[in-house]
């Protein structure tokens, strides 16, 4: 049974960083591209960050291009979303997705399995 646990979240001033991490489990971690999306009420779930399964490749969505690094450790089964110089727009609850292929992507249909999310909140 696939298992993601989101961790990390919290509440910080703008301007701040936070590291999210998501312990996996139940699935070929090693073969799977790993995802961030971030969700707010009301809107649609929004594209953060991903990882091919070799963590050789990355993308980042627009809005938080070069605020952020998301990287993964196949030894530990562990993805982490590191983000910086956080402002109030960055708050939602962060959530991590298992890809269905070794290859990233930005599309939300392209994920399986979906972790609980930890709630990230930037008060300025």
């Known amino acids: 049974q696939v298992h993601l646990v989101e961790s990390g979240g919290g509440a910080v001033q703008a301007g701040g960083s936070l590291t999210l991490s998501c312990a996996a489990s139940?699935?070929?971690?090693?073969?799977?591209?790993m995802g961030w999306f971030r969700q707010t009420p009301g809107k649609d779930r929004e594209f953060v960050a991903a990882i091919s399964a070799s963590g050789e490749d990355y993308d980042y969505g627009d809005a938080v291009k070069g605020r952020v690094i998301i990287d993964r450790d196949n030894a530990e089964n562990m993805v982490t979303l590191r983000m910086n110089n956080l402002g109030p727009e960055d708050t939602a609850l962060y959530a991590c997705a298992v890809g269905r292929r070794a290859g990233f992507s930005r599309r939300q249909e392209r994920y399986d399995h979906w972790g609980q999310g930890t709630q990230v909140t930037v008060f300025s």
């Open positions: 139940g699935f070929n971690f090693r073969g799977s591209s």
